[in-house]
């Protein structure tokens, strides 16, 4: 009865919360979809053209890191980021749970009413 | 990929049968496979052992929210809150709420489970804070990648 992630440990409702919230800003959400096109980027590359300046595209990239959702390397001198995917399939994989568990507590609802 | 969860389901029994089922504990019981310790009151909190085969050991708490009869009843918990490690009582509950309206053939059940995205109080800061709605549309492009 209890959903578990990808890497074999329990998906916590605090960690979905945290995942939401970080994605419940408008900014983080483009940072996130200009990094969905795959190849990692740097700073100044995010930075372009997206009227932000390093600092902010810094500090919102600090906030996906924290919750997994974005991950850096340093490529030479330069950190590069780029999206990691797990923390989504975790999360979908969690709410999945619940609602299955809806589906089958539902079922037994009707069968109850029903006889 | 949503931030709530949603069911609506026909039942093929008039309005009043399914809110004594869902608000007569000892009939939630019964399908939901819990042994409640005591009746829903609004306000206050019930607990009982889940009787699921497996998971007697689970411990159910919520706390009732609204009661409008035949038509709404609520309650707050940490869905399936079965870690034993855990001390959920930190983190947000969510809200489920059944919808009971009458059909030509019995009860049209809307059931919702929100407030997913709520983050507890001791983790909410500058950097978590909520600003716009709508972003659920969002998500179903970053969703395309992950499936």
Redesign the interface.
Known sequence: ???ESRTGT?V???E???L???????TR?SL??KL?RGRPQSISQLAEGSGLTRQAVT?HL??LE?VGIVRSAYAGRENRFE?D?RP??D??QY?K???D???Q??S???????R | MKNRIEKRIELNAPVSRVWRALTDHREFGEWFRVRLDGPFVPGQIVRGQITYPGYEHVTFEAVVQKMEPERLFSYSWHPYSVDSKVDYSNEEPTLVEFKLEQTSTGTLLTVTESGFDKIPSHRRSEAFRMNEGGWSEQLKNIESHVS
Do not use: H
Not at chain 1, 20 to 26: I, P, R, T, W
Not at chain 1, 108 to 114: D, I, W, Y
């Open positions: 009865m209890s959903p329990t916590r409702p605090k979905v919360a945290l939401f919230a970080a994605l419940g800003d408008q959400l996130v979809t969905s500090k600090r906030v924290s999206l995917l989504f399939k999360l979908r709410l749970f619940v609602s568990q809806w589906d507590a539902l037994r609802l009707k069968s109850f009413v029903e």
